[in-house]
Nanobody
């Protein structure tokens, strides 16, 4: 069984930064493509970013491109999401996710194998 544990969420003013972390346990993290999703109240869970198994390739939703950076340290079984220039519309619960799909360009939530419990990010205006 694989377990994902997120941390780093909190309250920040618009324009500020946060870094989320996700620790993978139970199986070698490098076996999975890692992704971040988010879900705002009353909205569907949406894709945010993905990183390949090696960490070389990344892919972002248009809404966060050039503001967020996903990365991973396989030696630490940890994935990060650096979020800069945060906006009130970034407010959501952020979820770490792992899957074995062949492409980082798959953005649907249905194919995810494992989910973290989520961490709240609140951006005040």
């Amino acid at each position: 069984q694989v377990r994902l544990v997120e941390s780093g969420g909190g309250l920040v003013q618009a324009g500020g930064s946060l870094r989320l972390s996700c620790v993978v346990s139970g199986r070698t993290g490098s076996s999975y493509i890692m992704r971040w999703f988010r879900q705002a109240p009353g909205k569907e869970r949406e894709f945010v970013a993905a990183v390949s198994r090696s960490g070389i390739n990344t892919y972002y939703a248009e809404s966060v491109k050039d503001r967020f950076t996903i990365s991973r340290e396989n030696a630490k079984n940890t994935v990060y999401l650096q979020m800069n220039s945060l906006k009130p519309e970034d407010t959501a619960v952020y979820y770490c996710a792992a899957d074995t799909r062949p492409s980082i360009y798959s953005t649907g939530a249905a194919g995810i194998d494992y989910w973290g419990q989520g961490t709240q990010v609140t951006v005040s205006s």
